[in-house]
């Protein structure tokens, strides 16, 4: 009895102490703090039942989403992504959060107009409300008109994303900012050249807008990543002398001309994409000399030209994506033409591995090379004029995924290890001269018939073309075929003989008449 007293004594002493260090460990939170987390939350219909401001009481212990700073009590962080807010923002609402670092508003139901500008409710002046917000993130919402002044106040600002609402006048930039995410919104005209105030500008993302003209000079000098994709811009810097530049997308342009040739003093380029541009310009093959890049993009301009050259010979030793299609690249391309594209080469170091020449007036043969691109997923070489075989080289491709080589002039048989590629989901292959029975293997057999149509010679499943021989025709077949190649081992004076005893035997057993008749009349055709 008395153990058992003592051990609850124990365990309640236990449990006690864990409360007071738990209640201890909390961060303290000042009264005014609390009551402005309050009204905020206050402000909004909440749209779902999970909000994670469920949990903001007045005498809640925590406050899912919000955390405080040790020192002042002040709120330094809050991240409302996905709270199922709905309603006006009112920004002044934080202007009493004077510590606050991190805002995350991402993906409410936010709408209207933002205020011009954010008071703190404390008699103190719009400049200094928020003056430790180093992110601000409001995206995916419903806010429109223009994006007020006071985000170019924040003097401590270092990342921003506005993106996915509908704002149609695009703000000043702190020159605090390194990070600024703007895309999917209605802006128009050209880049502001406020975009020129933060010299320490590393990532800038404008897709989706109708901003039009040149992209500014001032951002080819310290920019990192250049996301301008699906504008009406015409005009890209002559002057890329930025060491740092990693990212360069303007894909779904107006930009005319020819590539910038001072992109090749860009040593840290990875990606490049131009693609849906008016780009009238040889194949760049000083892009070369860029030891780092990834992935090219130059689909759907004006290249023309051969893609191949003796004077420079593709190394690629780290692309593992090309894409070069609906171009007017032409000529053909040697056996070895992907031998140096060593990284593409190496199995399982990338999961995004392609290879697309469609839509040009490439001719000859298919490069055998094309085999040791272990990594590959994808390869398009439709729409062309590569003759010849199919290389049966592509049966090493074990990762690839989808293969088109439709509307080409490739003869022959496909070869029957492509039936092999247990991940090939995808396969096109019509409208060439193929011949002979499609491979039996799944991936081929899970196809649509117009992935064969017009190859005339083609037989077998999923065609409706039988390739079906009884099994009398292929014994008969068979004993024809060895006896004809005992024949032919024979020496020429057997062959010879043979055939004088076998018009002999004819001769007699047919008539002399008939006989004539048949060695004169010419064959009929068949009925």
Same mark, same amino acid.
């Given at each position: 009895m008395t153990l058992h007293v003592l051990s609850c004594f124990f365990i309640c002493v236990f449990a006690l102490s864990f409360l007071v260090t738990t209640l201890a460990s909390l961060p303290s939170r000042r009264l005014d703090q609390v009551e402005s987390l309050l009204a905020f939350k206050n402000e909004f219909?909440?749209?779902?039942?999970?909000?994670?401001?469920?949990?903001?009481?007045?005498?809640?212990?925590?406050?899912?989403?919000?955390?405080?700073?040790?020192?002042?009590?002040?709120?330094?962080?809050?991240?409302?992504?996905?709270?199922?807010?709905?309603?006006?923002?009112?920004?002044?609402?934080?202007?009493?959060?004077?510590?606050?670092?991190?805002?995350?508003?991402?993906?409410?139901?936010?709408?209207?107009?933002?205020?011009?500008?954010?008071?703190?409710?404390?008699?103190?002046?719009?400049?200094?409300?928020?003056?430790?917000?180093?992110?601000?993130?409001?995206?995916?919402n419903s806010l429109q008109g223009k994006v007020p002044e006071w985000l170019s106040n924040l003097p401590s600002l270092t990342a921003t994303n506005l993106s996915h609402n509908s704002f149609d006048s695009f703000p000043n930039i702190p020159p605090t900012a390194k990070y600024v995410v703007a895309s999917n919104n209605n802006f128009t005209g050209e880049m502001p050249l406020s975009l020129c105030n933060p010299r320490n500008l590393l990532y800038l993302?404008?897709?989706?807008?109708?901003?039009?003209?040149?992209?500014?000079?001032?951002?080819?000098?310290?920019?990192?990543?250049?996301y301008l994709r699906h504008n009406n811009l015409t005009t890209l810097p002559d002057t890329f002398s930025n060491s740092s530049l990693k990212l360069l997308d303007v894909g779904h342009n107006q930009i005319s001309g020819k590539l910038p040739r001072c992109l090749e003093h860009c040593k840290s380029l990875e990606f490049v994409d131009v693609e849906e541009n008016q780009i009238n310009d040889t194949f760049p093959f000083w892009?070369?000399?860029?030891? &780092?890049?990834?992935?090219?993009?130059?689909?759907? &301009?004006?290249?023309?030209?051969?893609?191949?050259?003796?004077?420079?010979?593709?190394?690629?030793?780290?692309?593992?994506?090309?894409?070069?299609?609906?171009?007017?690249?032409?000529?053909?391309?040697?056996? &070895?033409?992907?031998? &140096?594209?060593?990284?593409?080469?190496?199995p399982g170091d990338s999961s995004n591995s392609l290879v697309d020449f469609s839509g040009n007036r490439f001719v000859g043969e298919i490069p055998e090379s094309i085999g040791l691109l272990k990594s590959l997923l994808a390869l398009n070489l439709s729409n062309n004029?590569?003759?010849?075989?199919?290389?049966?080289?592509?049966?090493?491709?074990?990762?690839?995924?989808?293969?088109d080589i439709s509307r080409n002039q490739l003869s022959g048989t496909i070869p029957q290890e492509l039936g092999k590629l247990t991940f090939l989901s995808y396969i096109n292959m019509s409208y060439n001269n193929l011949t002979g029975l499609i491979p039996q293997g799944t991936q081929f057999q899970t196809q649509n018939e117009s992935a064969f149509v017009?190859?005339?010679?083609?037989?077998?499943?999923?065609?409706?073309?039988?390739?079906?021989?009884?099994?009398?025709?292929?014994?008969?077949?068979?004993?024809?075929?060895?006896?004809?190649?005992?024949?032919?081992?024979?020496?020429?004076?057997?062959?010879f003989s043979f055939l004088i005893v076998f018009h002999f035997v004819l001769f007699f057993s047919t008539g002399p008449a008939e006989y004539m008749g048949r060695s004169v009349r010419p064959p009929r055709g068949p009925y």
């Open positions: 219909i909440l749209s779902c039942n999970n909000s994670v401001t469920n949990s903001w009481t007045r005498d809640a212990i925590s406050f899912d989403g919000v955390s405080f700073d040790e020192h002042t009590g002040g709120v330094m962080e809050l991240k409302l992504r996905g709270a199922c807010l709905s309603g006006t923002l009112d920004a002044n609402k934080f202007g009493r959060l004077t510590d606050l670092e991190f805002l995350d508003l991402h993906q409410n139901r936010f709408t209207g107009v933002l205020p011009s500008s954010i008071s703190s409710n404390l008699g103190l002046s719009n400049t200094t409300a928020l003056t430790k917000l180093r992110f601000l993130d409001i995206s995916n993302e404008l897709s989706h807008n109708s901003l039009t003209g040149s992209v500014p000079r001032c951002l080819s000098e310290s920019i990192t990543v250049l892009l070369e000399s860029l030891p &780092n890049l990834k992935a090219l993009i130059l689909g759907s &301009n004006r290249f023309y030209g051969p893609i191949s050259s003796p004077q420079y010979p593709l190394t690629f030793s780290k692309l593992m994506i090309i894409d070069i299609s609906r171009n007017m690249f032409k000529g053909s391309l040697p056996p &070895n033409y992907f031998m &140096n594209w060593s990284a593409a080469i190496r004029g590569f003759t010849g075989r199919i290389p049966s080289s592509l049966a090493n491709l074990t990762e690839l995924e989808s293969l017009g190859n005339i010679g083609l037989c077998g499943f999923p065609l409706r073309k039988s390739c079906f021989v009884s099994a009398t025709t292929q014994r008969q077949s068979s004993h024809a075929s060895k006896a004809m190649h005992a024949l032919n081992a024979r020496n020429s004076l057997l062959l």
